[in-house]
């Protein structure tokens, strides 16, 4: 099986936005799973921030709560992340998932860095 691929990351300064874009496997519909969005920063424990249901329902981790939304596009087989006031904090590399996470579906993430 293919692992998802991510985009999107950069450098941004603090108070800066960013939108992460993963796409699912191509042969992986992902209109029945939940999609998280993973970080993982260095010495760190990867570990999701944000999640959707098939039924778009969301959640958040408390860290990124009212800062970070998470959206779905079955019909283009993508997930997304809209980071806004983004903190230095927020520095990891992020990844797409379903949850449970698979082991093949880790992609390369894509890499936040946050500076001022």
């Known amino acids: 099986q293919e692992p998802f691929v991510e985009s999107g990351g950069g450098e941004v300064q603090p108070g800066g936005s960013l939108r992460l874009s993963c796409a699912a496997p191509?042969?992986?519909?992902?209109?029945?799973?939940?999609v998280a969005w993973y970080r993982q920063a260095p010495g760190k424990q990867r570990a999701w921030v944000a999640k959707?249901?098939?039924?778009?329902?969301?959640d958040y981790t408390n860290s990124v709560r009212g800062r970070f939304t998470i959206s779905r596009d079955n019909a283009k087989n993508m997930a997304y992340l809209q980071m806004n006031n983004i903190k230095p904090e927020d520095a990891a590399n992020y990844y797409c998932?379903?949850?449970?996470?698979?082991?093949?579906?880790w992609g390369q993430g894509t890499r936040v860095t946050v500076s001022s």
């Open positions: 959707i249901t098939a039924a778009e329902n969301v």
């Open positions: 191509p042969r992986e519909g992902l209109i029945m799973y939940t």
């Open positions: 998932n379903v949850i449970p996470s698979r082991d093949n579906f």
